[in-house]
């Protein structure tokens, strides 16, 4: 064991176990806490808490290794750096202690830490006994109503490999991407020891010599070591993607390379280079260096401009180095993370935006709808009560003109008594006119008004025309008559009976 890593390893003092203990009991501990801001660093580069940025200011959070470490008092996965038999021993003593828990306690934390990981949570190195526990957990969190509303919980890996668990907004689903994590967790190896058989077989994503291939894949042990209590994982694809060698941290991947670095020597000429040389003149240029393995070993993170890169020098070797690529892979992560937070809230305030456009569009187009329902109905009364008038009126004005015809009838028999001579053709006028009266009086055919409808629905045509009326704030056309209404059937006479003038009040 490194220097480094005994230092990393090292008992916590009495300072920093208060740190820990105050930050997992939900204490506040911020950047504006300067005086325990060196404590907060050991804590984090020991992966017990962790210090996601907000606003430019970091808030410390305690980390599962961080809770493992204050409910034991040591390091998670400290044994995996001593011996096979401790690590043995070390994961039997968690299966123990996965067995005490029932299902439904350990449904309740894993629910808890999908909701404070981010909604994704990888459980490695799963025994057939935690497994089967993982598996009745799953169930008891459908069971009992555990996921959280608006949720539901989406798993791969219950009967081998990794078990992945995620918890995913049913409003906002993506299936593509979880594709993508259970076809990959399926492909993914990350088992320490397959994973050194694998790279020592297939050196695509370790580019070394033969001579170099120990130190390599130690590079890669001590890495995984370094990741593992914080979460976080080195793994490979069978098939070579995606992105070959990884480091997964809080659901993000970040490609790995480890490779010899090459010297340029000058290029020493035998004799056949230099015949070749002469004999054909034509070839004007020439290697002046050969690249030949140096013995040095370098690790590359990330893929473009933001590769980062550690490698063998004079003062330390890459192995001394695996802490700092840690803490930039948690930097990565974090970022990462923060990133997508800020995507999903920006996402989900955009959501609520258009929400609320369109429960005010809806809100306007109801408030609409209603207005004009009202306004129909004013246009149906208005129609009805127009229809009723024109009805009613027709009859008064027939019942008007007979009443005057038999008084005018009464004159003209009074006249034809002192006009001998007249009196015949005043006679025959005065029957006809009495025949008339008697036609157009709705006391002697009250059909007039019983053929009539009282209530009627108007058209369209004639609610259009009240609407428009209405809008224009003026009465100046009459609305079309009810087909059922013909009043030129109901007084066929071309009689017109009134004083000239004002009109009357059902023809306003």
């Known amino acids: 064991m490194s220097s480094s890593d005994m230092r990393r390893w090292a008992k916590l003092n009495e300072r920093q176990i208060a740190t820990l203990r105050r930050i997992a009991d939900g204490e506040s501990v911020t950047a504006k806490d300067s005086d325990l801001a060196r404590t907060v660093y ?15 200011i970091w808030i410390a959070e305690v980390t599962e290794a961080g809770r493992f470490y204050l409910a034991n008092g040591c390091y998670q996965g400290t044994s995996a750096l001593t011996s096979p038999t401790a690590s043995s021993k070390s994961k039997s003593g968690r299966a123990a202690d996965l067995k005490l828990q029932t299902p439904h306690a350990l449904a309740v934390e894993l629910i808890k830490r999908l909701q404070k990981g981010g909604g994704t949570l990888h459980v490695q190195d799963l025994d057939e006994a935690t497994r089967a526990l993982h598996r009745r957990a ?17 798993h791969t890996g219950r009967d081998r490999g990794d078990l992945i668990l995620r918890l995913e907004d049913e409003a906002h689903p993506d299936g593509t991407d979880w594709n993508r994590v259970r076809l990959s967790a399926r492909d993914l190896i990350t088992d320490p020891q397959e994973l050194a058989n694998w790279l020592r077989e297939d050196r695509r994503s370790i580019d070394v010599t033969d001579a170099m291939i120990g130190r390599a894949l130690e590079v890669v042990g001590a890495l995984a070591e370094g990741l593992l209590p914080r979460g976080h994982s080195v793994g490979v694809s069978r098939r070579g993607k995606p992105r070959g060698l990884h480091a997964h941290a809080r659901g993000h991947q970040y ?3 480890i490779k010899e670095e090459l010297d340029r020597v000058p290029r020493v000429y035998t004799e056949e280079d230099l015949r070749s040389r002469g004999l054909y003149a034509w070839q004007r240029v020439t290697p002046e260096y050969d690249e030949v393995p140096s013995g040095r070993l370098r690790l590359e993170l990330g893929e473009g401009s933001g590769l980062q890169c550690w490698a063998d020098d004079k003062r330390s070797r890459l192995e001394d180095k695996v802490r700092t690529v840690v803490n930039a892979i948690e930097r990565l992560s974090e970022a990462d993370q923060q990133a997508r937070l800020a995507r999903e809230e920006a996402q989900r305030q955009r959501d609520e935006k258009w929400r609320r456009q369109e429960e005010e569009q809806r809100r306007q187009a109801a408030a ?8 129909l109905a004013q246009a149906a009364d208005q129609a009805q009560e127009e229809h009723r008038r024109r009805a009613f009126g027709q009859a008064l004005e027939g019942w ?3 009443a005057a015809i038999r008084e005018f009838c009464l004159g003209l028999e009074a006249l034809a008594a002192t006009l001998p001579e007249q009196e015949a053709t005043i006679a025959q006028w005065v029957t006809w006119a009495r025949e008339q009266a008697d036609h157009m009086d709705p006391l002697n055919t009250p059909s007039v008004l019983t053929e009539v409808s009282f209530d009627i629905e108007p058209t369209a045509e004639t609610l259009h025309r009240y609407l428009r009326e209405e809008k224009r704030g003026e009465r100046d056309a009459r609305p079309e008559e009810p087909t059922e209404v013909r009043y030129d059937v109901l007084y066929p006479s071309a009689w017109r009976w009134g004083r000239p003038g004002r009109s009357q009040w059902w023809r306003r």
């Open 255 to 257: 490609a790995l390379s």
């Open 42 to 56: 050991a804590l984090r580069d020991r992966g017990l808490i962790s210090i996601p940025r907000t606003n430019g």
């Open 400 to 402: 008007a003109s007979a």
């Open 368 to 375: 609409r709808q209603e207005e004009r329902d009202r306004e």
């Open 138 to 154: 799953l169930d008891a969190a459908k069971r009992h109503g555990l996921i959280p509303e608006g949720f539901r919980l989406l």
